[in-house]
């Protein structure tokens, strides 16, 4: 129940193409879902989080697309760049955030590489 | 601002030798502190997080351990080092008492066991 699932392992994209990454969850207790980006050799940093009471937040090219019943959530690249290929993780926590014992809870990572 | 620093950035260390992982943060006050493990093709494990000063807690069982000897460092360590420890190892903050605030995390260490 605690687990994020993370789909696809890794994605080839065209550049301009649209780049496309899901996550499912089975806990409907989760309130908080941010996602990561993590270029090679570095830590993850946090790239654009939703919370369940909206369906869509966009930050630029970046948009989050939350299915409350559908108990999903998916990560959509629009006009992806060779800049982009990383990467990418979804995460899910409990109320109260990234306080001690509410740790996020990590997908296993989406590899993404744009071609250009 | 704050910044989260974790050295060393790599490291080769044979079978059953010791190790010695830190990580400091500046510019924040008491902040939540993790330990994660990165291997290939599984994600991000929690390995253990502080809320303070000499408050450890683990979520795996192994022969790993940490420790908080002051507000903003937390190290991580071993007395005998498994071929099963190499990984990635992240070092991350949070701030205290807040909701959805995010992880930052440093820059990883990439630790291989001979």
């Known amino acids: 129940q605690q687990q994020v699932k993370q789909s696809p392992q890794s994605l080839i994209v065209q550049k301009g193409g649209i780049s496309i990454i899901n996550c499912a969850y089975e806990n409907t207790a989760f309130d908080y879902f941010p996602w990561y980006q993590q270029f090679p050799g570095k830590g993850p940093a946090l790239l654009i989080a939703i919370r369940p009471d909206v369906s869509e937040k966009k930050e630029g090219r970046f948009t989050i697309s939350f299915n409350k019943s559908a108990k999903q959530f998916s990560l959509h690249i629009m006009d992806s760049q060779p800049g982009d290929s990383a990467t990418y993780f979804c995460?899910?926590?409990?109320?109260?955030?990234?306080?001690?014992?509410?740790?996020?809870?990590f997908g296993k990572g989406t590899t993404l590489s744009v071609s250009s | 601002s704050q910044t989260i620093h974790q050295w060393p950035a790599t490291l080769v260390q044979p079978v059953g030798s010791p190790l010695s992982l830190e990580c400091t943060v500046e510019?924040?006050?008491?902040?939540?502190l993790y330990w994660y493990r990165q291997a290939a093709g599984r994600g991000l494990q929690l390995l253990f997080y502080s809320v303070g000063i000499g408050q450890i807690s683990s979520e795996v069982p192994q022969n790993l351990s940490a420790s908080r000897p002051q507000d903003r460092q937390f190290i991580l360590s071993s007395k005998k080092l498994l071929l099963s420890d190499s990984g990635f190892y992240l070092c991350?903050?949070?701030?205290?008492?807040?909701?959805?605030?995010?992880?930052?995390f440093g820059n990883g260490t990439r630790l291989t066991v001979t």
């Open positions: 510019g924040t006050s008491n902040p939540n």
């Open positions: 991350a903050w949070s701030p205290p008492g807040q909701g959805e605030s995010p992880l930052h």
């Open positions: 995460a899910a926590s409990l109320p109260g955030g990234n306080q001690a014992g509410t740790a996020l809870i």
